[in-house]
């Protein structure tokens, strides 16, 4: 398993800057509005801080643009094969049409109460 400073330093080297060169602490600031220092973003990369709070490592994952799950892989969501997600959306589906059958009598019965409402 990587260290947080693992995890910061490949964030640098696997999501460079358009002309391929990484980026600096200072344009990540910037960027950020302030939320985090630059020496703060050199200390993560080094390793230097043990528990960085949580809209730290937030902020810079909507920088490199990439998951929570990043540095939180407890919230990846797994993977579902194909036969998996089918199922998924077939019971979706059986749910939504008992809740449309049950919506449809309700109605039904609505429309007959009033007509005999009507009636009268």
Known sequence: MKTLGELVDDLFKDHPRPDG????YQ?????LGGAIEPSHIS???KNKIANPGRDT???LCRFFDVPPS???PELAVPKLTAEEEAKQVEIALRSAMSGLDELRE???DT?????????E
Do not use: D, G, M, P
Request: glycine share 0%; charged share 35%; proline share 0%.
């Open 27 to 31: 344009e990540i600031a910037i960027k």
């Open 106 to 108: 309700n109605i039904q």
């Open 70 to 72: 990043y540095f939180f």
């Open 43 to 45: 200390k993560l990369r």
């Open 111 to 119: 429309l007959r109460k009033l007509k005999r409402t009507h009636e």
């Open 21 to 24: 060169r990484e980026y600096t």
């Open 57 to 59: 490592l937030l902020a």
